[in-house]
């Protein structure tokens, strides 16, 4: 009777030190997240006014390039990352992406070294920073797999919290930055110049040593079943032995993983159009200098944030109540509002930017210049060459912020929700491989999301971007609700467990 109780009281302790263990893993993932976000938005505010100042030839149409060779790298990646971490331990891949996220950012810092052709040297680091974080899959594919379905949406949310904390802390930290200046001073002894564009790119290389640090340290493979029991997961290398996973019946149902990617592609692409949007459009219509929109959109970005994380907290609880594809109908349908709101109206013109106009036939159209400290003077407002600002209307400040904080609450609730609803469709399945391709679909969409808004912004102007991003959310509810019945867990599918 002694031994068994002992043996009892043994196995209750090795799953306390195995949950111990579990947790703290997961937690090192929530923080690879966090530093994920924070690398990327650290510089997404000041992307364009430093293109500008390194290479005068760079528009804004090769801004939308910029931006999406960060997903274009990471679309490539996310694959390779999910493939090696379905058969070899999770740190090895994570290690080798942070390295080369390190590497890229201290590239980002040296952009105006070279003589020449700066703006195809950004385009290489902002690709080689998007090439480091097709982690993301590894990540996703690792809290999947080392919760239980219970325990998953809220795992899954707080991910997203950690992630929308990232995304809060990056702009702001810009944001801070931004003091330092556009001439900032130099450090001879690594040839460097430290100024408000360099800094916060080093900032994140530093962030990148300690989340190596961490992961070696602290990461410990994990793999629960449905039901929270510890099994083996094919990666597995110790000496414990640990219930091997079973055979699992039933195939996983493609047409719901098929639908779940078009819908994160169209949530990424929606979301990817609005940051990358977000500092031209706000010089064009509000005349803000570089400094200005640099500093103002990190703020509103920062807020953003804060509303995103509110977000998540109150998915957690709305989730477990009525479910998460209501909530993701729900997110759709709020971004649809947001972008909506943005449409121009009214009888008031953007200023015009400052322009060596020699047509004097030409009606007489208010220009805007702003003096620099050097006593040049930086040209601010709608550039004449797009010739839209002439006759479209101004989006009034107000305007810009009630879409802010419609699409800062509807896209964190139809992101948490648009990989919850994927991974539970998967099921026991190895992820690694699907989140790939979940985290491939997003890439893809951060990568034409800025070639197809700079193209169509530069061009035809704010009205027939919006109206267009309109029509795709629509798509996406239409799909949603045509959908709706298929986008079920794989235990539910199969009657291992009643859908709550």
Not at 167 to 179: E, K
Not at 271 to 289: H, K
Request: charged share 10%; hydrophobic share 50%.
């Amino acid at each position: 009777m002694i031994d068994r109780w002992n043996h009892i009281f043994c196995s209750l302790l090795e799953k306390s030190d195995a949950d111990r263990s579990r947790w703290k893993s997961i937690r090192v993932m929530y923080f690879t997240m966090f530093l994920s976000s924070v690398g990327f938005t650290i510089v997404i505010t000041s992307i364009w006014p430093y293109l500008q100042k390194i290479d005068n030839t760079a528009d804004a149409s090769f801004l939308g390039w910029v931006v999406a060779a960060y997903s274009l790298g990471q679309m490539v990646a996310s694959p390779v990352f999910g493939l090696w971490s379905n058969h070899r331990p999770r740190r090895e891949p994570l290690v080798c992406s942070i390295f080369i996220n390190i590497s890229a950012n201290i590239y980002y810092s040296y952009l105006y070294h070279p003589s020449s052709h700066n703006k195809y040297h950004m385009l290489l680091a902002r690709a080689f920073v998007g090439f480091g974080a097709g982690n993301v899959a590894v990540v996703r594919s690792y809290v999947a797999g080392a919760t239980s379905l219970k325990e998953r949406t809220s795992a899954m949310a707080t991910m997203s919290a950690c992630q929308a904390l990232g995304f809060i802390l990056g702009p702001a930290l810009q944001a801070a930055l931004s003091f330092i200046g556009e001439e900032g001073f130099p450090v001879e002894i690594i040839q460097l110049n430290f100024n408000m564009y360099t800094a916060p790119a080093l900032l994140a290389a530093c962030f990148g040593v300690i989340n190596i640090l961490l992961v070696i340290i602290i990461l410990r493979e994990h793999f629960v079943d449905d039901h929270g029991k510890q099994i083996r997961a094919i990666n597995y290398v110790s000496e414990e032995q640990v219930a091997v996973a079973p055979e699992v019946e039933g195939n996983i149902d493609q047409i719901a993983v098929l639908t779940s990617n078009i819908l994160f592609f169209i949530i990424l692409f929606i979301f990817a159009v609005f940051e990358t949007i977000s500092t031209p459009l706000s010089m064009d219509m509000f005349a803000w200098t570089r400094k200005e929109a640099v500093l103002y959109n990190g703020i509103i970005l920062a807020a953003i944030g804060f509303e995103s994380i509110i977000v998540f907290l109150v998915v957690k609880v709305i989730s477990t109540r009525i479910g998460d594809r209501p909530v993701l109908w729900g997110g759709l349908a709020i971004i649809f509002i947001g972008f909506f709101i943005l449409l121009p109206w009214g009888n008031y013109y953007p200023k015009i930017q400052w322009a060596d106009l020699k047509n004097t036939s030409i009606p007489v159209i208010a220009l805007a210049a702003t003096p620099l400290p050097n006593g040049t003077v930086e040209p601010t407002g709608c550039p004449f060459e797009q010739v839209w600002c002439q006759y479209t209307p101004a989006i009034h400040l107000a305007q810009y912020i009630t879409s802010d904080i419609l699409i800062g609450v509807g896209y964190p609730a139809c992101n948490v929700m648009s990989y919850t609803l994927y991974s539970k469709i998967l099921g026991p399945k190895p992820q690694g491989v699907y989140m790939g391709w979940l985290t491939a679909s997003g890439s893809g969409a951060r990568m034409l999301g800025p070639v197809f808004v700079s193209q169509v912004y530069t061009i035809l102007g704010p009205r027939w971007a919006f109206s267009l991003i309109c029509c795709i959310v629509l798509a996406a509810i239409i799909l949603l609700t045509a959908m709706y019945k298929r986008l079920i867990a794989f235990s539910v599918r199969y009657g291992q467990i009643e859908e709550g």
